[in-house]
């Protein structure tokens, strides 16, 4: 497997570069909306609300946690999930500094 040169990007590329990767599959999207939507840690209903087998929600969960995009905390023998605000907040931040930036460029196509 070739090196990604990540070194040779800022920090905040490479976080944000972290980010949209963990997003990039549509059953992640979905949790997030999911965890978003209910507003409180959840334990096993995420599996309930997604099309998929126990496993590979977890598995989902796992990199969406990688990321930091969700945090978990032990409950018994579950494990709560919730959103974690801070880092979904400053990948808004990112994107809307994108954003505005288009509005100041002419077309170029």
Do not use: W
Request: neutral net charge.
């Amino acid at each position: 497997m070739g090196s990604t040169k990540s070194e040779h990007f800022t920090a905040q590329q490479n976080e944000m570069a972290i980010l949209a990767k963990a997003l990039g599959h549509p059953a992640r999207i979905a949790i997030m909306e999911y965890l978003l939507s209910v507003d409180t840690c959840i334990c096993g209903d995420i599996v309930n609300e997604l099309p998929l087998a126990q496993a590979t929600v977890s598995q989902h969960l796992k990199e969406l946690k990688k990321a930091g995009l969700i945090q978990g905390t032990i409950e018994g023998n579950a494990i709560c999930y919730c959103v974690n605000e801070t880092t979904l907040e400053k990948f808004n931040n990112y994107l809307q500094q994108l954003t505005s930036k288009m509005g100041s460029r002419t077309s170029c196509c």
